[in-house]
């Protein structure tokens, strides 16, 4: 299909909204928990449930904004005013969401559901949006691989900022509460400058090809699950995201309880994410050769042998140092194509369906996130607590050292496993340019 050359700018501009995110995002995977079991004094248990349910019931509230989206109508699109709409109240929920107001176990529970659903759907009403522009800024298979790519090359740096700063920074501002929300609160300035530079440096250009403008959303549901490759998408992001958010969530415990000390989080973080910024340089040639679809599962596989390398010596910096750079590396091309693939389940679904509904299936790709990092999170917490952790407690027993062992060794050899059998059933990589092809005839029938 004719399509418009995106300039580098744009690239750029586009990639710098998910830096914005994971100012915050990045920061509740990794920290939250251990902010609520170790500042705010709540038990790994009720974190776990937590996480869980305000993740889960927040996921179907992508449903809602994906509706809304295909409402929406203004001079700038139909995603790009919810930047500029939300990202005010996103920087707010960031703040709050690591404050801590000392109401005792059941107040600050309460508090705690609070501030996390909040920070939840605010990032719903702007993620969701934020995703859904992918596919508006160009209909090229190829370009959207490459935004995709600048979106993760920036959300890794976002995750390594955090991960670096964040202890440190707290200690700077005086450690314990004050110390978690001075930092959060420059986090969350940050993250409000960066949408606003999203906003103005992008541009919507891809319009429906049928005749029919307005989405019934009756209609639009019903479309939504005859899209085949959307309900593998969705479903892959959810274990994605699962083993993203133990990842994340484990960490920590991982560096205090395993190596003997919490600040090793941030060289962990920077083990695991400086070998994903190199790889985003490099993966664009393989996917164009490859397919997406190809390169995921060969990463998956490589990702997996990093895995089988820690359990030469768990306790070991530099085994696990090495293990993570390698499974890291093997991440690079899932996280490269993802929402690229996604993007074009969009094409797909109008090609089999005659109904485009950019915003329904960006909202189940932000639901298949959201319940798979809130799964993943309460997994971190329930095995601790399966396995006797106690924040208070300078010497954890064996099993709870079992317990964060198995979340960071052997639990993402099972979850790599499960997205590979996902990706063996996507073809829509061989089928793609046949329905661009059809899509352009119809195109060019109308006009």
Known sequence: METIKISFKEKLGYGVGDLASNFIWAGASTFLTFFYTDVVGLTAAAVGT??????????FVDIGVGVMIEKTKSR?????????????????????????????????????????LIVNIVYSGINVPYGVLNSRITQDPYDR??????RMFFAV???????MLTMPLVKTFGGGNTGWATTYG??????????????????????????RKEVDIKRG???????KYWKQLVLLMVIFYINGGVNAGV??????????????????????????????FLIAPFIKRFGKRNVSIAGLVISMIGSCVLIIDPTSLAIVIISTVIKSFGFVPLSATLFAMLADTVDYGE????IRNEGLIYSGGSFGLKAGSGIGAGLVGWILAVGGYVGSQAQQNESAIASIQFMFIYLPIILCLCMIGILLFYKLDREFPRVLADLEKIKKMQE
């Open 351 to 354: 090609w089999k369906t005659g």
């Open 221 to 227: 549901f019903k479309a939504l699950f005859r899209n």
């Open 157 to 163: 740096v976002a995750t390594i900022i955090v991960n």
């Open 145 to 150: 691989s490459v935004l995709n790519i600048f």
């Open 186 to 211: 420059l986090f969350s300035g940050i993250a409000v400058i960066l949408f606003l530079v999203c906003f103005l440096s992008t541009k919507e250009r891809v319009q429906p090809t049928v005749v």
């Open 251 to 280: 960490s920590i415990y991982y560096a205090q309880n395993v190596l003997n000390d919490a600040e090793l989080v941030g060289t962990l973080g920077l083990a695991g994410m400086v070998p994903v910024l190199i790889g985003f």
């Open 50 to 59: 937590l996480l869980l349910v305000a993740r889960v019931l927040d996921a």
């Open 76 to 116: 700038y699109g139909k995603a790009r005013p919810w930047l500029l709409r939300m990202a005010f109240p996103f920087g707010i929920a960031g703040f709050l969401l690591f404050t801590n107001p000392g109401w005792g176990g059941a107040g600050s529970l309460i508090f705690a559901y609070c501030t996390y």
